[in-house]
């Protein structure tokens, strides 16, 4: 029955150690989501600092104007509607526009 016991209380042990948050570890930060919305022919917000490992979503909300997010290392397909996510994984700043809107123009930075 002991041993019973101790290997329950040992399993628990194990299944509960993923649970843990990386914070409370010392680890990296959670990863965090940030929302740009494409409204009014405008990024909002237009300039967005994130840190690395975070994930940012374009939610398209101008009618039916068309609109794209377009960078060196990434771009969105040209739409009325919809939603772009990208997760950026290294430091650095990223500028993007709307080659629709050229006056259209947003910026990440990754920390």
């Known amino acids: 029955m002991k ?3 101790v290997a329950m209380l040992a399993a628990i042990a194990v299944a509960s150690a993923g649970a843990i ?3 409370a ?3 990296a930060h959670a990863a965090s989501s940030h929302t740009v919305v494409l409204k009014h022919n405008h990024y909002l917000p237009g300039t967005l600092s994130i840190r690395r490992g ?3 979503t374009w ?3 101008d009618g039916n104007a068309l609109h ?3 960078a060196r290392s990434f771009q969105s397909r040209t739409m009325k509607h919809g939603t772009f996510s990208l997760r950026f994984t290294r430091s650095g700043t990223y500028s993007y526009k709307c080659t629709v809107h050229p006056h259209m123009t947003g910026k990440v930075i990754v920390h």
């Open 3 to 5: 041993a019973n016991a």
């Open 21 to 23: 948050p990386a914070m």
């Open 25 to 27: 570890l010392g680890g």
């Open 54 to 56: 975070d994930s940012v």
């Open 59 to 61: 939610v398209w909300q």
């Open 68 to 70: 794209n997010v377009i």
